[in-house]
């Protein structure tokens, strides 16, 4: 489970809002090894959104990119890093 980020985005319905892959390697390379995962013709469907984002907390170490296909119900998102990674990397630096 995961918290959504602070803002001011709401969420009309109840449900699935998204579902996480991990897709360990280098945060550089992601999109594109995300991308080679799915369908060009999947992701040419109308209603069919891909969008990029790089969100950084206060304390993350690790760069966290993310690469985000959405029909506007459920979204699937793609990351270098597992949730335990991110907060054993939070954990070194004290």
């Not at 319905?13 to 991990?22: A, D, L, N, Q």
């Not at 991308?35 to 999947?42: E, I, M, N, Q």
């Not at 992701?43 to 760069?63: D, N």
């Not at 029909?71 to 990674?85: A, C, L, N, Y």
Request: proline share 11%.
């Amino acid at each position: 489970m995961s918290c959504p980020w602070p803002g001011e985005k709401r969420y009309p319905h109840e449900g699935w809002e998204h579902i996480e892959i991990v897709l360990p390697g280098e945060p550089e390379t992601l999109n594109t090894r995300a991308l080679a995962l799915l369908s060009d013709d999947g992701l040419s469907q109308p209603g069919i959104f891909v969008k990029t984002s790089a969100p950084k907390g206060a304390r993350e170490r690790l760069p966290n990119p993310t690469l985000a296909v959405t029909d506007g119900k459920v979204t699937i998102k793609f990351h270098p890093w597992s949730i335990e990674q991110i907060v054993a990397s939070e954990h070194a630096e004290r």
